[in-house]
T-cell receptor
Framework: GAVVSQHPSWVICKSGTSVKIECRSLDFQATTMFWYRQFPKQSLMLMATSNEGSKATYEQGVEKDKFLINHASLTLSTLTVTSAHPEDSSFYIC????????????FGPGTRLLVL | AQSVAQPEDQVNVAEGNPLTVKCTYSVSGNPYLFWYVQYPNRGLQFLLK??????LVKGSYGFEAEFNKSQTSFHLKKPSALVSDSALYFC????????????FGSGTRLSIRP
């Protein structure tokens, strides 16, 4: 149980285009989902916290107009990187927390974005 | 400030030997502590957690961790390492239940040689 999926797993795009990444909790409901960014050989950097039905809370230094987050249902959150640039190339990981109040976060497999 | 520290960037162990990956925490109140493992180009997989109760927590793949309040540590251990255990390991804490954001350590790369 507690499986989180991400789609796509890899994406290559041209500079200036927008890319949408989906995060789904497959076998549980998640009131809260998190989006992280990970640079090579570094730990995860929290970008934003997404609660179902409300606006995401962004961490300091993360541009909310650049990284659009939508959490429309208890099983789906999306991250859209708008007008992507090469510096946005990174490994993006989502996680979801079970709605029942348990504290464990379950992570998706990650999406590697390469902007040319 | 709430934090977790992983003092070793890399740990090298021979297959079959016991392994320890260190983690110390600095959290006010009673901490929730976690270990996650990350394989190359993959997301994090949950290994185990401590919330309350027995200080020795058993998790996936034969791993266990011991919560030590006096030393503020939560070291990850395994009695006999496998080459397949080679990965990046993250210690994490959730300072308060449900409302707060999980805080990750910097990660420790575990390398098991045959």
């Amino acid at each position: 149980g507690a499986v989180v999926s991400q789609h796509p797993s890899w994406v290559i795009c041209k500079s200036g285009t927008s890319v949408k990444i989906e995060c789904r909790s497959l076998d549980f409901q998640a009131t809260t989902m998190f989006w992280y960014r990970q640079f090579p050989k570094q730990s995860l950097m929290l970008m934003a916290t997404s609660n179902e039905g409300s606006k995401a809370t962004y961490e300091q230094g993360v541009e909310k107009d650049k990284f659009l987050i939508n959490h429309a249902s208890l099983t789906l959150s999306t991250l859209t990187v708008t007008s992507a640039h090469p510096e946005d190339s990174s490994f993006y990981i989502c996680s979801a927390r079970v709605s029942s109040g348990k504290e464990t976060q379950y992570f998706g497999p990650g999406t590697r974005l390469l902007v040319l | 400030a709430q934090s977790v520290a992983q003092p070793e960037d890399q740990v090298n162990v021979a297959e079959g030997n016991p392994l320890t990956v260190k983690c110390t925490y600095s959290v006010s109140g009673n901490p929730y502590l976690f270990w996650y493992v990350q394989y190359p180009n993959r997301g994090l997989q949950f290994l185990l957690k401590y919330i309350t109760g027995d200080n020795l927590v058993k998790g996936s793949y034969g791993f266990e961790a011991e919560f030590n309040k006096s030393q503020t540590s939560f070291h990850l251990k395994k009695p006999s390492a496998l080459v397949s255990d080679s990965a990046l390991y993250f210690c994490a804490t959730l300072p308060y239940s449900s409302a707060s954001k999980i805080i990750f350590g910097s990660g420790t790369r575990l390398s098991i040689r045959p």
